[in-house]
């Protein structure tokens, strides 16, 4: 088979999307947004050995785990997922059969949102690299962004935090005494973007959202510098899963202060809002912590400050950093 | 300098497009189309020693072909460049200011469309990886497809066929006593997308046109498929520069035919539409070449038929094929 059977193969047989006019088989693909919507995009690249190892996920994972990366940068703008392009570079002993199935894991996610897989690429090399582009629709004026984050609000943040950082550890060796390990290796292979949970929130006229994929302590602190705000976050209320805290507290505090990629969220919103964002935990069946509050930046360079048993310290950004 | 400083330097000081809204520093980026226009999305991905040697081209000449062929399918489908998106990946050896100057490569073209870069990833990995996904914007119902081709159709093609490859060929050791081969280097390393033809036409009801990313057999087959006509080409009317002229029949016969990357359009157009185009030629300073002529197919599968001193023979589908 070749490069056009094989785009041919994995060429959807119909569009999801009304917004669809040309899925793949031209030199482009067009779409037409509804008049009164933005157009959100975001871009994510893995590469194999660097973030992620075939020996601890199928294709499927891989291919379901870049998807979910893109999608939950997509909830974090307050954005509809519409449409996907998939770069992928493969080594020649990458059969067809290993390609789809990364597609097929894709499809499982994309499926779920209706998105139509829009165009890409397939090429050989020497390393497996995943590459997609996400398109998404949102309101005008209401993308969710850094910089909107102001003093009073509430700090806040979705589900669980360190659990796919766990899920790694335990499929690379790590041994604990811990129950239910096949749950955090599955929030590592298939985590659930919260795509449903931002859009329930879609009417509030202003929110801040940035989604986890560096550790909280990073992404805290972006949303601090894009505000130019403190953000104050009291350690004891940040979500931990259950069968987590029989782990030594040092473990513990290192997966859920810096353990990427649980592509949860971490949202700022004002007081009176809060009951909205309850109302969206509870009708989307999505875990919510308020975690501390945004104040006005004490000195010139906002930082972000963990409050502990009494103690206030520093919260530097930590986490991922793939290039050196 | 970590992978933060980086993005930050690359990061345009401002942004070109009144669609714009927000760049690169968020989750995603966010742009707002123009309520009368379509949104036209493509994607490619080169890969080092599969589509771009380092002996034969610097890095500038790496980004600007890179972003000149998804320039190339903005054309072919008839719209407006406005951004792109960048993902990298870079073996470790890759300097910062190596990297640094890929982007600007990519910025001489995008600068001349006033396109912005509006996201991306550079990540460490093996083997350089370069992957781009662009934005265009056209008119509701003036998307140039492939399968507009229709029976009496005029065929033309934009400049002149298998320059890049020649220039290829001169870089990678053939001999060839041939006048200004940093001409045909030049096409190869910095091909100039036919953006502003492809725009003079915008009026036409239907256009049908193809980027020569694979040469002219491959590219005529794709619109004879699409189009389920046939296409009928003289081969003594293929456009070929006068220094080519000197090169041995055969060799020239296969750089016309099936050199890639020259990175003209191949179209159809109706006669009463054929003044227009040349009106597009002379406005645009672009060469345009008839070549042929589109028929309804004579048997169930279309094909592309070469006429060349009085013989027929079926063109094959050729070129290019990097997945085996």
Known sequence: MDEFSFIHSIQPK?????STLKGIGDDGAVFRPPADMDIVTATDTMVQNIHFRLDTMEPEHIGYRALAANLSDLAAMGSIPISYFVSIV????????????????????ASEYSMDLLGGDTVSGD???????VIGFVERERARYRHHAKEGDIVFVTG???????????????????????YFIQ????????????????????????????????EANEIAEAS????????ESLPVHPKMKTLPKKKQAKLVLSGGEDFELIGTVSEKDW????????????????IGY?????????????????KIRVLKKEGYNHLR
Chains 1, 2 share one sequence.
């Not at 899920?167 to 129950?179: A, F, N, R």
Request: proline share 4%; glycine share 4%.
């Open 14 to 18: 119909y569009y999801r999307q009304s």
């Open 275 to 290: 009951p909205a964002v309850l109302m969206a935990s509870k009708i989307t069946n999505t875990n919510v912590a308020k």
């Open 187 to 218: 929030r590592h292979r298939m985590p659930q973007p919260r795509v449903s949970f931002s859009r329930q929130l879609k009417e509030l006229d202003r929110l801040c959202f940035n989604d986890i994929s560096d550790g909280i302590s990073s």
């Open 160 to 182: 669980t935090l360190g659990d796919s950082a766990l899920g790694y550890d335990l499929l690379t060796g790590d041994k604990y005494s811990i129950e239910d390990q096949d």
């Open 127 to 133: 390393q497996l690299v995943l590459s997609i582009t």
């Open 294 to 310: 945004v104040r006005n930046k004490e000195s010139k360079k906002p930082k972000v400050c963990l409050h502990e048993k009494g």
């Open 90 to 109: 493969a080594p020649e002993s990458w059969t067809h059969k290993k390609l789809k199935s990364i597609y097929k894991g894709m499809n499982q996610l």
């Open 228 to 235: 130019q705000v403190d953000v104050h976050i009291d350690y």
